[in-house]
C-alpha cells in the first residue's frame, strides 16, 4: 500500500551503545527514539530480530519468529529485582565502537540464567499470569523453539539433522521423554523469550507515542539449522535422508558476487504450503505484526521466481529459476489479515513477473542511490526516474556507507555523481546524497545512521557472501548531537517530509 510522505533512519538495535558490550533495549534506545522524534524522522528501521546462530547474522536466525536473547537489556531485569548490582560487579570493558560477540554471549548468558532462576523463586502473582499467557499466545512457535534450544544445549550446539535419529524424526514418545528431561532448560528459553517481547513492546509503545512507526525485515528464506525447519521438514525441500538441504536458495551472479550468493538455507517446498493454505506463512506475518507496525520483504523476487540450486554445489552459479507461487500467498495472507503495510525489496534481477507481483498489491520497491551512477540515464535508480510508492535507500545494510562507496568508487561514477550534483558541498558527498534521498519523489526515504554521521567503510554492517566479521558495529553515546538533529530536521522539513503540523 502507498504511504505518506515520510523519513527515517535505519539502525539495528545492535548498534547502540550499551555497558554490557552490545546495543540492548535500555535506555539508549530509548534516547535514539527522542533523536527520531526531534529530527522529524517517522521510521525506524531494523534488521530480522530473531536469535542469531554461526556468524551473527540476523539473517540466519535459529527461529522465524522468536526474539534474539541478546538483546534484553539486564539493567530493565535489575529494575524487576531479578537483577543485582553485584551481579555487574565483574563486567569487562567492552569495546565501545564493535560488538565482540565471543566476548559477549557468554556473559549475557549467564545474566540471563541467573534472572530466570530469580524469577522462578521471586516473580509476583501478576508476574506468573502474565508470562503463562505469554507462554499460551505464542505456543504455535515457541514451544517447538524452547524445546529445540534446549535440545541444540544438550546436543553441544550441532545442527539438528546429527541428532538421534528419534529426535530428528521428532517421533511422539522421544519428544515426550526429552521435554520431561529438558523442564528447566525449557523454561528457561520460555523466560527468555518473555522478557525480550515485554522489554521490546515497551519500546515499541514508546515509538508509537513518540509518531515514530517500526519496519521490521522478514528474511525470504529461514536458517536449515533452526527450529523452523525442524518442526516443519513436510515444508522445505530436504533430502529424505540426511534432512540437509536438497536444494539450496541463494541468487545468481550479481553486483556483490561474480559467483553468485549460495545462502545455503533449504528452499520451500510450495506445493506442500498451498495444500497447508499457507498455514506456516500466515503465521510468520501474523506473529510479526505483533511486534513492527510495517514488513520490509527481504528478497522479494523469491515470491515470483526464486533461484535453487542443488546440493552438493559450491557456489550458486549453476542453479535453476523455479516459479513460485506468489499471488495465491498474497491473496491468502490479504483475505487473513487485510491490506498489509508491506516494503518489497526488489533488488538484483527483476523481470516485468516480479514487478507485476509487487505493484498488484500496491507494495513499495526499493531504490538505492549507491546503484545510480554506474549507467545511463534510464538507470531506474537515478531520482528521476522514480514512481512516488517507492523508499528510497541512501544505501543498505549491504552496502558500503555513502561516504565509504564514494572513496572507492570508479573516476567515471565519481564524475557522474559530481555532473548531477552539480558540485560536492562543503557538508561532505553523504548530505549530497542524503538530500537527493529526501527530495526525490519517492513516497518514503530510509538513511542508515552511518551515513547521517558520515563515517566510512570501518563502519559497514556487512560484506555479502563474507561470512565471519559482519553486523558489529556500534555508535558512540556522544554521536547524536543537537546540531546533527537539527540538521537533518531542517532538511527533512524543507523537502516536505515532516510530520503533520510540523
Known amino acids: 500500500m502507498p504511504f505518506p510522505r515520510s523519513s527515517g533512519i535505519l539502525l539495528h538495535p545492535t548498534s547502540f551503545p550499551s555497558r554490557f558490550g552490545i546495543g540492548d533495549l535500555g535506555l539508549e534506545a530509548y534516547k535514539f ?23 551473527n547474522s540476523p539473517y540466519a536466525s535459529y527461529s522465524a519468529m522468536a526474539g534474539n536473547p541478546m ?34 554471549k557468554p556473559i549475557k548468558i549467564a545474566l540471563l540464567k541467573k534472572a530466570c532462576e530469580n524469577f522462578q523463586v521471586k ?37 539438528w539433522h546429527t541428532w538421534e535419529s528419534e529426535l530428528v524424526k521428532r517421533e511422539p514418545e522421544a519428544m515426550d521423554r526429552v521435554r520431561r528431561q529438558l523442564t528447566s532448560e525449557i523454561f528457561y528459553y520460555k523466560f527468555v523469550q518473555f522478557e525480550f517481547f515485554r522489554q521490546w513492546s515497551e519500546l515499541k509503545s514508546y515509538a508509537n ?37 536438497a536444494l539450496m536458495a541463494g541468487v545468481p551472479p550479481d553486483y556483490f558476487s561474480e559467483t553468485g550468493q549460495l545462502w545455503g538455507n533449504p528452499v520451500y517446498d510450495w506445493e506442500e504450503l498451498q495444500k497447508q493454505d499457507f498455514k506456516w506463512w500466515l503465521g510468520r506475518f501474523e506473529a510479526m505484526l505483533d511486534y513492527i507496525d510495517v514488513i520490509r520483504i527481504d528478497h522479494f523476487r523469491g515470491f515470483e521466481a526464486y533461484w535453487a540450486v542443488k546440493k552438493g554445489e559450491e557456489t550458486a552459479m549453476n542453479g535453476t529459476w523455479m516459479k513460485a507461487p506468489g499471488d495465491e500467498l498474497f491473496d491468502a495472507i490479504k483475505q487473513q489479515l487485510g491490506q498489509l503495510p508491506v516494503l518489497a525489496e526488489d533488488l538484483g534481477v527483476i523481470t516485468p513477473e516480479v514487478e507485476a507481483l509487487r505493484d498488484k498489491y500496491e507494495f513499495p520497491g526499493m531504490k538505492v542511490l549507491q546503484f545510480a551512477f554506474g549507467s545511463d540515464p534510464g538507470n531506474p535508480f537515478l531520482p528521476f526516474n522514480y514512481t512516488r510508492n517507492a523508499v528510497v535507500y541512501t544505501g543498505t545494510h ?37 538530500r537527493l534521498a529526501l527530495s526525490s519523489i519517492a513516497n518514503q526515504a530510509i538513511i542508515p545512521l552511518q551515513d547521517i554521521l558520515g563515517l566510512g567503510t570501518e563502519a559497514r554492517m556487512n560484506f555479502p557472501s563474507v561470512a565471519e566479521g559482519n553486523w558489529d558495529w556500534r555508535y558512540q553515546p556522544s554521536a547524536l548531537t543537537e546540531e ?19
Open 71 to 104: 538483546l534484553i537489556n539486564p539493567e530493565q531485569l535489575q529494575e524487576q529485582g531479578l537483577l543485582a548490582e553485584e551481579d555487574f560487579a565483574n563486567l569487562p570493558v567492552f569495546e565501545d565502537s564493535k560488538v565482540d560477540y565471543e566476548q559477549v
Open 398 to 434: 549491504d552496502n558500503d556507507t555513502t561516504v565509504g562507496w564514494f572513496n572507492q568508487a570508479s573516476d567515471w561514477e565519481k564524475q557522474n555523481l559530481l555532473l548531477y550534483l552539480g558540485c560536492i558541498s562543503p557538508e561532505g558527498v553523504h548530505w549530497d546524497v542524503i
Open 33 to 55: 527514539i527522542d533523536f527520531l522524534r526531534e529530527s522529524y524522522q517517522q521510521y525506524w528501521q531494523v534488521l530480522p530480530l530473531g536469535p542469531t546462530g554461526y556468524g
Open 209 to 245: 507515542m513518540s509518531g515514530i512507526s517500526i519496519v521490521g525485515d522478514i528474511p525470504i528464506y529461514v536458517a536449515q539449522d533452526s527450529a523452523d525447519v525442524w518442526a516443519h521438514p513436510e515444508i522445505f525441500c530436504l533430502d529424505e535422508e540426511t534432512r540437509e538441504p
Open 484 to 502: 546533527l538533529g537539527d540538521r537533518l530536521k531542517n532538511l527533512t522539513k524543507l523537502c516536505g517530509r515532516a510530520p503533520q503540523g510540523k
Open 123 to 159: 516473580a509476583k502473582p501478576l508476574q506468573q499470569t502474565e508470562f503463562a499467557g505469554f507462554c499460551d499466545s505464542k505456543a504455535y512457535w515457541l514451544d517447538d523453539y524452547a524445546l529445540f534450544m534446549a535440545l541444540k544445549d544438550a546436543h553441544e550446539d550441532t545442527s
